[in-house]
């Protein structure tokens, strides 16, 4: 029974979103109704990323924008998320769990076999439209070279800025010392680095098209031109409900403007969404080198000639191609 639409969300908070802001309007909903929103955040030095469980508003902002890094499924104090899950659904709590596709899977997998029908339960699951995540040890080895280029600590990070809107996507780095990184992802080394690399299991995903098993898919809605109806340029979400509870939810979100769209339209240029990742030819030397090596240096070493021969012409200019 899927159902595909376009959507985002109408107030301010849309710009510290990835997207269109619905996995925020889905929080909102969630702890207006007291329940419990389960999401990721970031470590405090921006290194690594695990869950957290929040019932507050004003702690939303902790589970803002995207992480293109595996989460911990250790929360802070030590404990495993699908645990707290499982407590909060038999204490009768409304819950919402946004992660991967495989973590929805995995997160059901755990409760059936804990004896909980998950579709009897106050419990609302979102999945990403997801390529394939990089490790912490990735983002953190990007952090570090950038801090010492930039000879300051690293205070903030995200890979989804709007600068000053959705499209194109930026990373932003901002230092101690107020200096900023501010670069098109995909200029970046961290950027190349999500593109080529990934999890061996991500190049054959068993969680695509059919196979989602969240209640709500949400994404980027990248096929939306700016002249159609749903367009924002904050940015517009793709949200793809799998269950009626699912789009029973979403569609009484409030500060939204949605619409049904057709499941061509809302696939269009998010391949993602059915087909896992598929391996760049210059993926075997960006392995070889970062083994061997760095993230850097791998990223340096899977370019091709005339990109290494751009690259330093930037180095040698201080355009910090990076």
């Known amino acids: 029974m899927n159902k595909y639409y376009y959507a985002y969300y109408k107030k301010d908070e849309i710009r510290n979103s990835a997207s269109g802001g619905i996995g925020h309007a889905l929080a909102m909903d969630v702890l207006n109704k007291s329940g419990i929103v389960y999401g990721v955040s970031y470590s405090d030095d921006f290194k ?12 939303i902002e902790k589970l803002s924008g995207s992480k293109y890094i595996t989460a911990e499924k250790r929360m802070p104090d030590g404990s495993f998320v699908f645990e707290n899950v499982k407590k909060d659904l038999k204490d009768k709590k409304l819950v919402l769990f946004t992660g991967l596709p495989c973590e929805i899977a995995a997160l059901n997998n755990y409760l059936d076999r804990q004896g909980i029908d998950t579709e009897k339960e106050k419990m609302i699951t979102v999945d990403l439209i997801c390529q394939g995540p990089l490790s912490s040890k990735e983002q953190s080895q990007y952090i570090e070279f950038l801090e010492k280029k930039y000879k300051s600590r690293l205070i903030d990070f995200t890979v989804r800025y709007k600068n000053p809107y959705w499209k194109p996507v930026y990373l932003k780095a901002v230092f101690e010392n107020g200096k900023k990184h501010i670069k098109p992802l995909y200029e970046t080394d961290f950027g190349r680095a999500f593109l080529i690399y990934g999890k061996e299991g991500c190049f054959h995903c068993k969680y695509k098209n059919e196979n989602h098993q969240a209640d709500i898919t949400i994404g980027d809605f990248w096929g939306i031109k700016e002249n159609e109806n749903g367009y924002n340029k904050m940015g517009t979400s793709v949200v793809v409900t799998h269950t009626e509870k699912g789009n029973d939810t979403f569609k009484q979100l ?38 061997k090596n760095d993230l850097h240096k791998a990223v340096f070493d899977s370019r091709s000639i005339l990109s290494k021969v751009k690259y330093l012409l930037k180095l040698l200019l201080g355009l910090k191609p990076y």
């Open 254 to 291: 409030a500060n939204i403007c949605f619409g049904e769209v057709t499941e061509d339209k809302a696939i269009d240029k998010n391949s993602m969404y059915g087909n896992s990742r598929e391996k760049y030819s210059n993926y075997a030397t960006f392995k070889s080198s970062y083994l």
């Open 48 to 59: 690594s990323a695990q869950y957290l469980r929040i019932n507050e508003i004003n702690k």
